[in-house]
């Protein structure tokens, strides 16, 4: 109990580069793991495609991918799914791997403010893109300050979105992480005293049986469904975020 | 080795630059062995659904225009029968006209004949009973006056007798 600490990610392994050091933590070992297993499996659902599906496989294939383009051209029009719905497909499937990696006693890959803020920084460069795009550089520098008073807080949000993006992500998968964790210290220390009980004098090595089927329940709430719904909304907010942008 | 966990909240260079490329790497591997592949495959079960529609409906349309045509080509014909027949009427009733005036013209001609035949006889018995009046006559009139007339002279005589009673009769 007294020694519990919450650490970020493990360093797994680092190497210098003249002076700097570079780490590789757990999180981009983690999200290399889901990298080459879902390249792995995208590479499989893509392979051998009949004109006329014969297979299970080809069907949840163009299930997915049919998902994707909906959501596209829901949402941005028709025309803009070449690259957001793969690019979408991907980020969903980082997420939603990377977070199912802690089911399998890995760290879950978004709890690290590191990924998270990539993946939000990749999107606010995505909604200025497309806000330059379609409203001119000008149009968007006098969209900042539309209302004049409001410039500032105009500027403010434009940088609120990704750091609450990234943060969202953050929050929900380390905070379940650290819930998780804290039950776990709080069912070992509940055997314990349970021991101690019934006389039982606990050492190190004794088998915290409380903790046996309890976390489970836990487990399938922070892990699979916080990670299901997490990914989803990234996704959407990401699409949410385009589309205003265009308008 | 000991352990070294980074800060909780802590931004790692190495990771956003491996969890950009990541996403590059993955997003590519994405779009280019899963999206890429589905479009093309839908696209062309899309493409073959809306030729198959397209034939029907060519089909469907040479059928219809067929159709039509074969109407078309049945009531002609039709028509021609009609107009066959039509003609086919019409010319045997000029050569039933034909016929008949001929026959008309025929037996006026038969008929004009057997007229003028019948008066030349006519004419030829009533000289023949004229002649033999007259001789009848002349021999009555020689057995009269037992005398050998200039029957010449007296056939004149008896000849313009009977021209009259002929005119009167």
């Given at each position: 109990m007294d020694n519990f600490t919450i650490n970020g990610p493990r360093v797994v392994f680092k190497f210098t580069v003249g002076d700097y050091t570079v780490r590789i933590t757990e999180t981009l070992f983690n999200s290399w793991i889901v990298l080459i297993i879902v390249s792995l499996l995208v590479i499989w659902l893509g392979?051998?495609?009949?004109?006329?599906?014969?297979?299970k496989k080809q069907a949840v294939a163009e299930m997915a991918v049919n998902f994707m383009n909906k959501l596209v051209d829901d949402n941005?029009?028709?025309?803009?799914?070449?690259?957001y719905a793969p690019y979408l497909a991907a980020v969903f499937i980082l997420i939603l791997a990377g977070s199912l990696l802690s089911l399998f006693g890995?760290?879950?890959?978004?709890?690290d403010v590191s990924f998270t803020g990539t993946l939000a920084i990749m999107t606010f460069f995505m909604i200025l893109y497309n806000k330059i795009k379609y409203n001119g550089f000008g149009g968007y520098l006098k969209g900042l300050a539309s209302p004049a008073v409001l410039t500032p807080f105009n500027i403010l949000s434009e940088f609120a979105t990704p750091v609450s993006m990234a943060m969202r992500l953050f929050g929900n998968l380390s905070g379940g992480a650290i819930i998780t964790s804290l039950i776990y210290a709080a069912l070992a220390g509940a055997s314990a005293a349970v021991y101690g009980l019934i006389g039982i004098v606990a050492?190190?090595?004794?088998?915290?049986?409380?903790?046996?089927?309890?976390?489970a329940v836990l487990s399938i709430y922070f892990d699979l469904f916080s990670g299901v719904i997490q990914s989803y909304v990234f996704i959407i907010l990401t699409l949410a975020y385009i589309k205003n942008g265009k308008e | 080795m000991e352990i070294e966990y980074m800060d909780f909240l802590s931004f790692e260079p190495s990771t956003i630059v491996g969890t950009l490329l990541n996403a590059l790497i993955l997003f590519w591997v994405i779009k280019h062995f899963l999206f890429d592949k589905v479009n093309a495959v839908l696209k062309q079960r899309n493409d073959e659904v809306a030729k198959t529609y397209e034939d029907a409906d060519t089909a469907l349309n040479n059928a219809k225009s067929m159709e039509t045509q074969y109407m078309e080509k049945l009531s002609s014909a039709k028509e021609e029968s009609a107009e066959i027949v039509k003609n086919a009427t019409k010319k045997a009733q000029v050569r039933y006209d034909e016929i008949v005036s001929d026959a008309k013209d025929d037996a006026r001609g038969i008929i004009d004949k057997a007229g003028s035949d019948i008066e030349r006889e006519k004419k030829r018995a009533v000289n023949q009973i004229k002649d033999e009046i007259s001789g009848i006559a002349i021999s009555i009139a020689q057995k009269v006056v037992k005398k050998e007339l200039d029957s010449r002279a007296h056939e004149q005589l008896i000849e313009d007798f009977i021209g009259e009673i002929g005119d009167a009769t």
């Open positions: 392979s051998r495609l009949k004109k006329v599906p014969v297979t941005l029009g028709i025309g803009l799914r070449l690259y890995f760290r879950a890959v978004p709890s050492d190190n090595y004794y088998f915290s049986f409380l903790q046996v089927g309890i976390p | -």
